[in-house]
């Protein structure tokens, strides 16, 4: 079965210090893998996905996420946080024989970023 | 930019009625998605559709249908609203082409079942 975990319901940064939003998955076969932000009474914005390629993938806000296979994750990371960063961040994966694009979404993580 | 609309941000109905939810989305995607979003629980995906005419059970489709007869439009249909449909209803797009397979969201419909 397919599934994604983000192990944090919350995580707090200091502004200016560097924030990691950890997600891990299992699915059969290569992963497609998301990340999606979600400020308060807002839908879900797309920040980045991996499809195949290069394990470090750049996305919008300044945002990054690193592919690792062997570890099956798939963390969303930042140099430098910014207040304006705080928002729900959800992880979420396809798997290469799903039908219909459907994606598995985790739970989601609140992000805090403190000034 | 895909832009996917929602007809109402803000609903609030009475048990036993019948809910309308629309959604529309402008970039000729084939797919699109209706999920509850509940504190806690994630997005959940209550049905998905990847064609005119054609629908797909998703997680939690009781007590929910759907109809998408043109292109660009997929409703959701609480045929008896209650009280635990209370939630944040999503819709989303995408297009099938696998260099561009990310869903594209609405702005969202809180629905209050009283």
């Known amino acids: 079965a397919q599934s994604v975990a983000q192990p944090e319901d919350q995580v707090n940064v200091a502004e200016g210090n560097p924030l990691t939003v950890k997600c891990t998955y299992s699915v059969s076969g290569n992963p497609y893998l998301f990340w999606y932000v979600q400020y308060p009474n807002r839908g879900l914005q797309f920040l980045l996905k991996?499809?195949?390629?290069?394990?470090l993938v750049k996305g919008s806000y300044g945002f990054e996420a690193e592919f690792n296979k062997s570890q099956t994750s798939f963390h969303l990371k930042k140099p430098s946080a910014l207040v304006s960063d705080s928002a729900l961040y959800f992880c979420a994966v396809r798997g290469f024989y799903n039908q219909g694009g459907k994606l598995i979404f985790g739970q989601g993580t609140e992000l805090s970023v403190k000034p | 930019d895909v832009k996917v609309t929602q007809s109402s941000r803000y609903l609030v109905k009475r048990t036993g009625e019948k809910v309308f939810l629309e959604c529309v989305q402008d970039?000729?995607?084939?797919?699109m998605f209706w999920y509850r979003q509940d504190p806690g629980l994630g997005l959940r995906l209550i049905y998905f559709s990847y064609d005119v005419k054609m629908k797909e059970k998703g997680d939690i489709p009781e007590g929910y249908s759907v109809s998408r007869e043109k292109k660009e439009r997929f409703s959701l249909i609480l045929e008896s609203a209650s009280t635990n449909q209370t939630s944040m209803y999503l819709c989303?797009?995408?297009?099938?082409?696998?260099?561009?397979?990310?869903?594209?969201f609405g702005p969202g419909t809180r629905l209050t079942v009283l």
């Open positions: 970039m000729d995607h084939e797919n």
């Open positions: 991996y499809i195949t390629g290069d394990n």
């Open positions: 989303a797009s995408s297009s099938p082409a696998e260099d561009s397979i990310e869903q594209f």
